[in-house]
Nanobody
Framework: VQLQAFGGGLVQPGGSLRLSCQVS????????FGWFRQAPGKEREGASC????????YYADSVKGRFTISRDNDKNTVNLEMEDLKPEDTAVYYC?????????WGQGTLVTVSS
């Protein structure tokens, strides 16, 4: 099982970024995936997740209306479109899946929102 997150970077407040998580090593379609983030000095928190079958989505209140999660079952990717970024969105973003009770994490990609 491998999750590779990429797409982070430096962006000004109000800007946009797209994160992607490339997944390999198991049957992608059946599983729910999440994006978590960890800001400096804070605990890791859930930002968004997407189910496997019916593609139900969830967003934390702090990102609702600004972030959009999606999945491409043909390319085995999970994406996070982030708009109207704020300095408080600065964090390392991790993609996540739980499979047979085991948590798998991507390596994290840093998003810095600063002018």
């Amino acid at each position: 099982v491998q999750l590779q997150a990429f797409g982070g970077g430096l962006v000004q407040p109000g800007g946009s970024l797209r994160l992607s998580c490339q997944v390999s090593g198991f049957h992608f379609d059946y599983y729910a995936f999440g994006w978590f983030r960890q800001a400096p000095g804070k605990e890791r928190e859930g930002a968004s997740c997407i189910s496997g079958s019916d593609v139900t989505t969830y967003y934390a209140d702090s990102v609702k209306g600004r972030f959009t999660i999606s999945r491409d079952n043909d390319k085995n990717t999970v994406n996070l479109e982030m708009e109207d970024l704020k300095p408080e969105d600065t964090a390392v973003y991790y993609c996540h899946v739980q499979r047979y009770g085991i948590n798998y994490w991507g390596q994290g990609t840093l998003v810095t929102v600063s002018s």
